[in-house]
């Protein structure tokens, strides 16, 4: 019986993997292959800028791909940004791995970052890190352990995984006691990570660069209010909360917040 239970949790640390059906549009971009842990490639895109431009590395959410967060491509590279669009193992055209997790997510950060300090184009550059839902706490623990990340723009972060995964239990109506307390321990067992040390409203504290939360106002993945808990847990004033409208996949009006964005960006890592 065990053994089925701990097989159904480790199936659930798999996600549905969608291949990408398009490029970025209009962008001088070209595709690159990154090694990242336990011998496995990463697919991405690299779109570059001018000589000498900073570099942001985007992340998307569980379940999704670097096609996902295309939508901010053109108006952050018009804004002069050379960037790394990644799949995370398991995702997109990314190779598979066991599982994927939040730190494995970060763990692929990490490996872009390493990737792109040994490029020509982008060597010793300073690198932002933007990222949603997973891939946004994922950016975050990257950043609580990398203090040379120059920026995170965090969209839609859940606070907590641990929050995160009781409400899926309550979806699911499989009470907590004692069958939702095991499959968080149990979790926690498989990914070698205590929820605890990997919550973006505990990483928070140790990220020292400038941090933008962006979270969608009618998000019923992960609340508005989760946003505003990591931001109580911050430690330094340069990191800024944006409530707009929207849900947790598909901000209503985001042309419009760009001018925030991107206002955002120029401060916190000028071109």
Same mark, same amino acid.
């Given at each position: 019986?065990?053994?089925?239970?701990?097989?159904?949790?480790?199936?659930?640390?798999?996600?549905?993997?969608?291949?990408?059906?398009?490029?970025?549009?209009?962008?001088?971009?070209?595709?690159?292959?990154?090694?990242?842990?336990?011998?496995?490639?990463?697919?991405?895109?690299?779109?570059?800028?001018?000589?000498?431009?900073?570099?942001?590395?985007?992340?998307?959410?569980?379940?999704?791909?670097?096609?996902?967060?295309?939508?901010?491509?053109?108006?952050?590279?018009?804004?002069?940004?050379?960037?790394?669009?990644?799949?995370?193992?398991?995702?997109?055209?990314?190779?598979?791995?066991?599982?994927?997790?939040?730190?494995?997510?970060?763990?692929?950060?990490?490996?872009?970052?390493?990737?792109?300090?040994?490029?020509?184009?982008?060597?010793?550059?300073?690198?932002?890190?933007?990222?949603?839902?997973?891939?946004?706490?994922?950016?975050?623990?990257?950043?609580?352990?990398?203090?040379?990340?120059?920026?995170?723009?965090?969209?839609?972060?859940?606070?907590?995984?641990?929050?995160?995964?009781?409400?899926?239990?309550?979806?699911?109506?499989?009470?907590?006691?004692?069958?939702?307390?095991?499959?968080?321990?149990?979790?926690?067992?498989?990914?070698?990570?205590?929820?605890?040390?990997? /919550?973006?409203?505990?990483?928070?504290?140790?990220? +020292?660069?400038?941090? $933008? #939360?962006?979270? =969608?106002?009618? @998000? !019923?993945?992960?609340?508005?209010?989760?946003?505003? /808990?990591?931001?109580?847990?911050?430690?330094?004033? +340069?990191?800024?909360? $944006? #409530?707009?409208? =929207?849900?947790? @996949? !598909?901000?209503?009006?985001?042309?419009?917040?760009?001018?925030?964005?991107?206002?955002?960006?120029?401060?916190?890592?000028?071109?």
């Amino acid at each position: 019986m065990l053994w089925a239970i701990n097989f159904g949790i480790k199936r659930g640390l798999t996600a549905t993997r969608e291949v990408e059906t398009t490029v970025p549009a209009n962008l001088p971009w070209r595709e690159v292959r990154i090694p990242s842990a336990n011998g496995k490639q990463l697919f991405g895109w690299f779109i570059p800028a001018q000589p000498g431009a900073p570099v942001l590395l985007v992340m998307h959410g569980w379940g999704g791909n670097a096609q996902m967060m295309l939508p901010l491509a053109a108006p952050l590279h018009t804004a002069g940004y050379a960037l790394l669009f990644l799949d995370a193992r398991c995702h997109g055209q990314s190779d598979d791995d066991s599982f994927a997790s939040l730190p494995r997510f970060a763990e692929d950060i990490e490996h872009g970052v390493a990737w792109l300090s040994l490029q020509s184009e982008t060597k010793g550059v300073p690198v932002g890190l933007v990222g949603h839902s997973v891939g946004a706490g994922a950016a975050l623990l990257a950043a609580s352990r990398n203090p040379a990340i120059a920026l995170v723009v965090s969209l839609a972060a859940f606070a907590h995984p641990a929050a995160m995964m009781r409400r899926w239990l309550r979806f699911k109506r499989i009470p907590y006691w004692p069958f939702g307390a095991y499959i968080l321990a149990y979790v926690q067992k498989v990914i070698g990570f205590r929820f605890d040390d990997i /919550a973006p409203l505990n990483t928070i504290r140790q990220v +020292r660069c400038p941090v $933008l #939360l962006v979270h =969608g106002l009618e @998000d !019923e993945t992960v609340p508005a209010s989760e946003a505003q /808990a990591i931001y109580a847990q911050r430690s330094h004033e +340069r990191v800024t909360l $944006l #409530l707009i409208p =929207g849900s947790h @996949d !598909e901000y209503a009006d985001m042309e419009s917040h760009l001018p925030a964005l991107c206002g955002f960006l120029a401060q916190a890592l000028p071109i």
